[in-house]
């Protein structure tokens, strides 16, 4: 099948190599004439593992392509994807669709016999409605279905999960659309995949409804967290003894610093506002957003009472990973945003080391101190806080790291470490939820 997908940012060049190596012909489109003159060299703009080969593979096999004019490609397509940002929008916490809107009015110039335009954005309930009445409007012609595909992909997981997914959502009545849809996905019925057919509303709010579940459940446990320091337990065996449970399971119960990246925070903060606006108040979101953001803010202290002083003034805080999770560059609202300037205010002096994240990193965190490894991080700091749990922060010699640092202190925000263990290498520890 011929696919056109408008947007090369983190869901529209994984979900374009995707559906290339699944043997589908794809046309990856940008306006973006510097994102599209790297990814013609070979080159990809985002860090996502196993990505670069798959593109290299697919653009060999001439099954993918990149445009800067998606016009004959539009033309040609049989689906065309709309896989462009939906971030949050300055002023009132709403999800901004302009560039959404602008692809719908592209597409409807362009299309070409009957073609199924698929919203793979997040975007909130109602949308495919408005995009199809923008295509209708300029194009009273056109023959079209408007489709709702969320995606659910992973950073650093994102091959796998488009490949191997838990389900496939499609929000669509019409029996043609479904049609392509299901050819689109064919591939995946080797694997028995579930699609899930729904109302295109339904569809649009699943999306927000599985992040927003997410996002309360880490807030949960980081709440637990809290919880056990006070009153002596231990948060990851809590977490254990939950997660057995079947109705809970063990996944997203990792106690941390408040989760972060291009998902939950801008769509909890988007179904609260969609909640609101229909008159149907979401109040367990709303106080997951408000207690995730507190959070965020609250662990400067926590480095600050490892230190005994809340004047950091001559102390220097060496920090490994900035990025919000590992094996992503993705920086977007990572709790190391909040952390890393609140322990610069309290007088700190900070050097930190991310192995992807540090290009972008630079951009947002001015006044740090970038290292190239993890021991250059600790080299004379009077603290190490790991801040993201990248695999080569897992198994640090800690005698070297003892040795390199001007008083063995660690701050350790994502629990890397047992605590008997640091402080059997004379380390004075502190970890989150326990005891």
Not at 96 to 123: C, M, N, P, R
């Amino acid at each position: 099948m011929r696919v056109a997908m408008i947007g090369t940012g983190y869901v529209g060049l994984v979900s374009g190599a995707c559906f290339a190596d699944f043997g589908h012909v794809v046309t990856c489109i940008d306006k973006d004439a510097s994102k599209i003159e790297r990814l013609e060299k070979g080159e990809i703009p985002i860090f996502e593992p196993g990505l670069d080969d798959l593109v290299a593979r697919n653009v060999r096999e001439g099954r993918l392509f990149f445009t800067l004019d998606g016009a004959q490609a539009i033309k040609d397509a049989e689906a065309v994807f709309i896989a462009v940002g939906t971030p949050t929008r300055r002023g009132d916490g709403h999800a901004d669709l302009s560039y959404v809107y602008a692809a719908a009015e592209e597409i409807a110039g362009l299309i070409d016999g009957f073609t199924v335009v698929v919203t793979k954005s997040t975007v909130p309930v109602g949308t495919g409605d408005e995009v199809e009445a923008i295509i209708k409007k300029a194009r009273p012609d056109a023959q079209f279905a408007v489709v709702s595909n969320p995606e659910f992909l992973r950073e650093g997981a994102a091959i796998e999960d488009f490949k191997r997914p838990d389900r496939v959502v499609v929000g669509s009545e019409d029996e043609r659309a479904q049609a392509v849809m299901r050819e689109l996905y064919r591939p995946l019925s080797l694997n028995e995949t579930p699609i899930v057919f729904t109302g295109r509303r339904t569809s649009e709010l699943i999306k927000y409804a599985a992040n927003a579940f997410l996002a309360m459940k880490i807030t949960f446990i980081n709440e637990m967290a809290d919880l056990c320091e006070k009153v002596g337990a231990d948060v990851q065996q809590v977490a254990k003894g939950i997660g057995l449970d079947k109705r809970i399971g063990g996944k997203f119960l990792n106690a941390g610093p408040g989760y972060g990246g291009s998902c939950f925070p801008k769509d909890t903060i988007a179904l609260v506002k969609t909640a609101q606006d229909y008159g149907a108040p979401t109040r367990l979101i709303e106080t997951t957003v408000e207690v995730n953001d507190a959070r965020k803010k609250a662990m400067a202290a926590k480095v600050a009472a490892a230190i005994g002083s809340d004047d950091l003034t001559g102390k220097t805080i060496g920090v490994l990973g900035l990025t919000f999770k590992p094996n992503t560059d993705d920086m977007r609202d990572a709790p190391s945003l909040d952390i890393v300037p609140a322990l610069q205010a309290l007088g700190a002096k900070v050097q930190a080391f991310d192995p992807e994240g540090h290009h972008e990193a630079e951009k947002l965190l001015p006044g740090v101190d970038f290292k190239t490894g993890a021991y250059e991080a600790a080299e004379h700091a009077d603290v190490l806080v790991i801040l993201t749990e990248w695999d080569q922060f897992r198994a640090l010699d800690l005698d070297r790291v003892k040795l390199l640092m001007k008083s063995p202190t660690v701050v350790d925000l994502r629990n890397v470490y047992k605590p008997g263990e640091m402080v059997r290498h004379g380390f004075t520890y502190a970890s989150i939820g326990r005891g």
